[in-house]
């Protein structure tokens, strides 16, 4: 939580500098189109200057330290429970020859709370301000407006991110949780409710509720025994008749009151509906801006391994060997259909058929992509390679310009291992299916534009991959 809190000041920082330019922007143009509007934007107490100003005052902040919060109620219910449990703690303590941490987190508790409340206050100040601004300017078209809630909407999400990984408990929370689970009167501590009763919470018991003067079963049970004494049975008899025969009388009532309030319930809602559609044809409004859910992320969460191969057929003359190739790539998710990346590639030549099976090296290559999603899974790929092949390959021969040719032997082992060049260009049609929890399958089709060139046997490459 530390650690968020430090990261979530950050961002709130960079946005309240980036939204005081951009108001003072904004309010030059409103200042322009509309001098009423800008005499009320002067009158407007609050602006994000002094959001900024305050963000940094901790003694300011600090006053919201009794807002609730539910990280911080498990937090308590925990350092309760294990407090309660000392005495078992200090035997244990004893038995295993080792002094357990006995430190006392409530300060510690109270001073996260506390900047959990501040970071929350300016926040909400922030929204508040933002709102403000766009009743204010959102009728006049200002340019800068768009650009202020894109930045408020995209710094809140990379703060949920953030707090979201915060919350994600690691391998040892996960167990110390699942032992202190399996512990009797653990739950209890962790029930947020701790305001019933007075603060007693949900399990105070009928002593408990007597002591501080609310009035139980049992005793409003004495109190009717003591003035009625014997006649308490026929008293609760007689009762128990007459609130029959009255229920009786009331059901055949409230049935016929029922269905009227039903009915007339039923016109009330249809006109509200009726109302509502008319007022969505009047006021269509278009969002501010399209929203982009991979900006909220932390940019390695936006990052997708992918692993793929695929085989291409030996040439007829001998020259060129079936070849395998293995790919590892990373795409960067620009949004949820558009990625695009970068990657390697190794190539191994496996011979000429399966009577003639030889393994040898037959290059690398450099790949770049782009990939956009359509539908069910279903995406359009284009991308480009560049292979360097060892120098002394035959099959690079046949493709040497006659007019400037290339050697085929060099004294420089790099260039002698990554000397021979191909290029490919392909675009294709590429389908995802679901392998487990985590992975993915991928299968991809695609046309090669620069095959004749490298002197392949056919335009079309199949690409078999996984995703994770």
């Known amino acids: 939580m530390d650690k968020y809190l430090k990261r979530s000041?950050?961002?709130?920082?960079?946005?309240?500098?980036?939204?005081?330019?951009?108001?003072?922007?904004?309010?030059?143009?409103?200042?322009?189109?509309?001098?009423?509007?800008y005499k009320q934007y002067l009158d407007m107490p609050l602006t994000y200057d002094p959001i900024a100003s305050l963000s940094k005052d901790t003694a300011v902040l600090n006053q919201r330290i009794g807002r609730r919060n539910a990280t911080i109620d498990s937090l308590k219910g925990i350092q309760q429970f294990i407090q309660k449990q000392s005495g078992k703690l200090n035997s244990v303590a004893g038995l295993a020859g080792k002094e357990l941490p006995g430190s006392d987190y409530t300060s510690k508790i109270s001073e996260l709370q506390s900047k959990l409340n501040a970071e929350q206050q300016v926040k909400d100040l922030i929204k508040q301000r933002s709102n403000a601004l766009e009743q204010l300017a959102g009728g006049k078209n200002i340019a800068g407006l768009k650009n202020i809630q894109k930045n408020v909407y995209y710094a809140q999400e990379k703060m949920k991110a953030w707090r979201e990984l915060a919350d994600d408990p690691d391998e040892a929370e996960?167990?110390?949780?699942?032992?202190?689970?399996?512990?009797?009167?653990?739950?209890?501590?962790?029930?947020?409710?701790?305001?019933?009763?007075?603060?007693?919470?949900?399990?105070?018991?009928?002593?408990?509720?007597?002591?501080?003067?609310?009035?139980?079963?049992?005793?409003?049970?004495?109190?009717?025994q003591d003035k009625f004494g014997n006649n308490l049975r026929a008293v609760?008899?007689?009762?128990?008749?007459?609130?029959?025969?009255?229920?009786?009388?009331?059901?055949g009532i409230t049935d016929k009151v029922k269905e009227a309030k039903n009915a007339a319930n039923e016109a009330k809602q249809t006109l509200v509906e009726a109302k509502a559609a008319k007022d969505k044809l009047k006021h269509i409004e278009k969002p501010a801006f399209t929203k982009n859910p991979e900006r909220g992320k932390p940019f390695w969460q936006r990052l997708e391994t992918q692993y793929n191969f695929q085989t291409m057929r030996a040439m007829p003359d001998g020259l060129r060997p079936a070849m395998l190739e293995l790919g590892a790539a990373v795409a960067f998710k620009h949004t949820p259909k558009l990625s695009y990346g970068i990657g390697l590639a190794a190539s191994i030549g496996l011979g000429q058929n399966w009577q003639n099976i030889k393994l040898t090296y037959e290059g690398i290559s450099i790949r770049a992509y782009a990939d956009w999603t359509v539908l069910y899974g279903f995406s359009v790929q284009a991308g480009y390679e560049q292979i360097f092949r060892p120098l002394n390959r035959p099959y690079l021969e046949e493709q040497a310009d006659p007019n400037n040719p290339q050697p085929q032997q060099s004294d420089n082992?790099?260039?002698?291992?990554?000397?021979?060049?191909?290029?490919?260009?392909?675009?294709?049609?590429?389908?995802?299916?679901?392998?487990?929890?985590?992975?993915?399958?991928?299968?991809?089709?695609g046309y090669n534009g620069l095959w004749q060139q490298n002197n392949l046997r056919t335009p079309f490459l199949i690409r078999f991959g996984w995703n994770k």
């Not at 950050?10 to 200042?31: D, G």
């Not at 609760?236 to 009255?246: A, C, I, L, N, P």
């Not at 790099?414 to 991928?442: C, D, E, H, N, P």
Request: charged share 20%; net charge positive; glycine share 10%.
């Open 9 to 37: 000041q950050r961002i709130q920082q960079k946005l309240l500098h980036r939204l005081k330019k951009q108001e003072a922007r904004m309010m030059k143009q409103l200042a322009a189109k509309d001098s009423t509007r």
């Open 174 to 224: 996960e167990k110390a949780m699942e032992y202190l689970q399996g512990i009797e009167g653990f739950d209890n501590y962790l029930n947020t409710n701790k305001n019933a009763f007075g603060g007693l919470g949900n399990n105070a018991t009928a002593a408990d509720l007597q002591s501080m003067g609310y009035q139980t079963k049992s005793q409003m049970g004495k109190m009717l």
């Open 236 to 251: 609760q008899q007689s009762m128990g008749e007459q609130v029959q025969q009255f229920s009786e009388k009331l059901n």
């Open 413 to 445: 082992a790099l260039k002698a291992a990554f000397g021979g060049g191909q290029q490919s260009a392909y675009v294709g049609i590429m389908k995802r299916y679901r392998l487990s929890s985590k992975w993915s399958g991928t299968f991809l089709i």
